[in-house]
């Protein structure tokens, strides 16, 4: 009888339409993603997905109306490595709680960094970088969107690892601080791949190293930062569907199977790696532990950098 009801409960999910909250402003490559997998769903679900963009606080606002939202699938969250892993060190006080306020529901992309540097820096490689950085202790300056997010953590990662000395310049974006890179204000930035790579290719700044465990696909040339010297070194932005803690196993399976269906499916993937991110699609356990190894990593890092967002 029991799994009669399931049964009805999933068959009559959805029956209405969808919100769906991106923690960040319009027009990113997450909100763009999320608006893409919103129409194919639909597609699928005959009933409309609405995104809706609350951005503020680092994704924090979103994600909290997320939170106390009704668990019931109709109110659903792009997180990030931000909402999910970062924040929860990186700011004194959160308006939810990044584990028990939800339930991961699939891995959607992940987007790698690149280490880029101006062309005046004397360092074709990692190694060759490190040794020029501790001949020039305190003269390097890196740069990054803001403070806490994924280029700034690498930066600090890259520091403790190397035993090197840069100093930290938080932009308001990544695109103004790529400026000040090909103009020489400051020598380096972990950059998401994808928009650092027309700089690179026009000669503008030269890519050493991706910051991901492994090699990627949109520029397989590129070695890691981890085979390059520092072992260990992993540095990714990524981002996936979460709902409410306490909605139903059944809704959270069928998000699960409609969402990976269309990350699968090829003009989806195409369009994710045009905008630097490679589809994962991961089970909800496989998410869930993801996200408890990210948080411990950032919350070391964190804590050794003192980087604070209030």
């Given at each position: 009888m029991l799994f009669a009801v399931g049964a009805a409960n999933a068959q009559a999910y959805p029956s209405k339409p969808i919100r769906f909250v991106v923690p960040y402003p319009a027009g990113g490559p997450l909100d763009t993603v999320a608006r893409l997998l919103a129409q194919k769903v639909s597609e699928s679900v005959k009933e409309p997905i609405v995104v809706d963009n609350k951005p503020g606080a680092g994704g924090n606002i979103g994600a909290d109306a997320v939170a106390k939202s009704p668990a019931d699938g109709y109110t659903i969250l792009m997180g990030a490595v931000a909402t999910h892993a970062i924040n929860p060190t990186l700011y004194s006080s959160m308006p939810y709680d990044a584990v028990r306020d939800f339930i991961p529901v699939t891995q959607i992309a992940s987007t790698p960094n690149v280490l880029v540097v101006n062309p005046s820096v004397p360092a074709g490689n990692v190694r060759e970088f490190i040794a020029y950085a501790k001949a020039n202790p305190g003269k390097l300056n890196f740069g990054s969107g803001s403070t806490?997010?994924?280029?700034?953590?690498?930066?600090?990662?890259?520091?403790?690892?190397?035993?090197?000395?840069?100093?930290?310049?938080?932009?308001?974006?990544?695109?103004?601080?790529?400026?000040d890179l090909i103009g020489g204000q400051i020598q380096l930035m972990f950059d998401n791949?994808?928009?650092?790579?027309?700089?690179?290719?026009?000669?503008?700044?030269?890519a050493l190293a991706v910051t991901t465990a492994a090699r990627t696909s949109l520029a397989p040339e590129l070695p890691t930062i981890a085979e390059s010297g520092l072992p260990g070194f992993d540095i990714n932005t990524w981002f996936g569907l979460f709902v409410p803690a306490n909605t139903p196993r059944e809704v959270v399976d069928r998000l699960h199977a409609e969402f990976t269906r269309a990350l699968a499916m090829p003009q989806v993937k195409e369009r994710l790696?045009?905008?630097?991110?490679?589809?994962?699609?991961?089970?909800?356990?496989?998410?869930?532990a993801y996200i408890r190894t990210e948080a411990e990593k950032y919350a070391r890092v964190i804590k050794a950098s003192g980087a604070r967002a209030d």
């Amino acid at each position: 009888m029991l799994f009669a009801v399931g049964a009805a409960n999933a068959q009559a999910y959805p029956s209405k339409p969808i919100r769906f909250v991106v923690p960040y402003p319009a027009g990113g490559p997450l909100d763009t993603v999320a608006r893409l997998l919103a129409q194919k769903v639909s597609e699928s679900v005959k009933e409309p997905i609405v995104v809706d963009n609350k951005p503020g606080a680092g994704g924090n606002i979103g994600a909290d109306a997320v939170a106390k939202s009704p668990a019931d699938g109709y109110t659903i969250l792009m997180g990030a490595v931000a909402t999910h892993a970062i924040n929860p060190t990186l700011y004194s006080s959160m308006p939810y709680d990044a584990v028990r306020d939800f339930i991961p529901v699939t891995q959607i992309a992940s987007t790698p960094n690149v280490l880029v540097v101006n062309p005046s820096v004397p360092a074709g490689n990692v190694r060759e970088f490190i040794a020029y950085a501790k001949a020039n202790p305190g003269k390097l300056n890196f740069g990054s969107g803001s403070t806490g997010s994924a280029g700034h953590l690498a930066g600090e990662l890259f520091k403790t690892l190397a035993g090197i000395e840069m100093t930290h310049v938080p932009y308001k974006g990544a695109a103004p601080a790529m400026n000040d890179l090909i103009g020489g204000q400051i020598q380096l930035m972990f950059d998401n791949l994808a928009s650092a790579l027309g700089q690179v290719r026009a000669g503008r700044v030269r890519a050493l190293a991706v910051t991901t465990a492994a090699r990627t696909s949109l520029a397989p040339e590129l070695p890691t930062i981890a085979e390059s010297g520092l072992p260990g070194f992993d540095i990714n932005t990524w981002f996936g569907l979460f709902v409410p803690a306490n909605t139903p196993r059944e809704v959270v399976d069928r998000l699960h199977a409609e969402f990976t269906r269309a990350l699968a499916m090829p003009q989806v993937k195409e369009r994710l790696l045009a905008l630097g991110a490679e589809p994962v699609g991961s089970q909800p356990a496989e998410f869930a532990a993801y996200i408890r190894t990210e948080a411990e990593k950032y919350a070391r890092v964190i804590k050794a950098s003192g980087a604070r967002a209030d």
